[in-house]
């Protein structure tokens, strides 16, 4: 395949209601906030949702999760030596794992090999954190579980009626937030990888799918909702603007909506115009 031509930049926008996007296991797995109280949604997050709408299509991913697994390999490092071979720095690993893994092509991966040595691939899709709107209030409602974890007889054979300490337990949520998040393709990393044209179109196409199949008790159904993902396709692989220009250039206000939407459509925004933006609706 060839490799990715054109620079492409992308904004998605999704909303969460009645959910935990994205829990802290540090911190009782709370939603995760900044010290301002903005609601944050970590990039390895949503590199995992990505890869895991890319495993329902069929694709070839390296870094699968023990929950959402489409093979028996109990390791990466299982998973790297069975379907490639073993490591070797001077062999055409990186060529190979690139050709074989979607994600590795797309993203990167660190391969670590024998004495502490590691080959490292740098991915040519770039996805930032998601950050909310607005600050979030995070709500916790303390719960009872279905049953004791473990035996609440005492020593003396004899039953105790009190429930275990594991038995109770608490949830975290918030009631309702949009949230933003940027990413990029970069076509002179692509060139490495051998990330092509075909290949963003597949993540493209995923974008608006990105939270079905995600569903938990932390995010039950419908309460992850992809709203819009604006994506910008450049005119040549450098780009004509920079990503950062193109990225603040969409103005989203705090219900989700594209404020500047015909403009980004037509070409008209003077920081970036005659770039025209492609407005896809959440599926």
């Known amino acids: 395949m060839t490799p990715l031509s054109k ?9 969460v209601k ?8 540090l911190n009782e797995n709370m939603p995760r906030t900044l010290a301002d109280g903005i609601g944050e949604v970590t990039d390895v997050c949503i590199k995992r949702k990505i890869r895991n709408r890319l495993l329902d ?3 070839d991913i390296f870094v699968q999760s023990d929950d959402y697994k489409k093979d028996s390999y109990g390791s990466l490092q299982e998973r790297a030596d069975e379907e490639i071979g073993k490591i070797n720095k001077t062999s055409d690993f990186s060529t190979k794992v690139c050709e074989k893994w979607m994600d590795v092509r797309a993203f990167g991966q660190v391969f670590a090999y024998e004495k502490g040595s590691s080959i490292g ?6 996805i930032q954190s998601a950050f909310s709107k607005e600050p979030i209030t995070i709500i916790s409602d303390q719960i009872t579980k279905s049953v004791n974890g473990k035996s609440n007889k005492k020593s003396d ?10 038995r109770m337990g608490m949830k975290h949520w918030i009631r309702e ?16 990888t051998g990330f092509s044209d075909e290949d963003s179109n597949v993540i493209k196409n995923v974008l608006p799918k990105l939270f079905e199949k995600d569903a938990s008790s932390a995010r ?5 909702e992809i709203l819009k993902v604006i994506w910008f396709e450049h005119n040549s692989s450098s780009g004509q603007y920079s990503s950062a220009k193109v990225h603040s250039s969409v103005q989203i206000d705090n219900n989700g909506n594209i404020t500047n939407e015909a403009d980004l459509k037509s070409g008209t925004v003077k920081s970036i115009k005659d770039l025209k933006a492609e407005i896809i609706q959440g599926w």
């Open 57 to 59: 299509m069929n694709k």
């Open 157 to 166: 054979d004899s039953d105790d009626e009190s429930m275990s300490s594991d």
């Open 121 to 126: 691939i740098r991915g040519p899709v770039t």
């Open 7 to 15: 620079k492409i930049d992308f904004v998605v926008v999704f909303k």
């Open 18 to 25: 009645n959910a935990n996007p994205n829990g802290d296991p």
């Open 177 to 192: 937030a949009i949230y933003v998040f940027y990413g990029a393709m970069n076509p002179q990393l692509a060139k490495r």
């Open 220 to 224: 039950p159904e419908g309460s992850m």
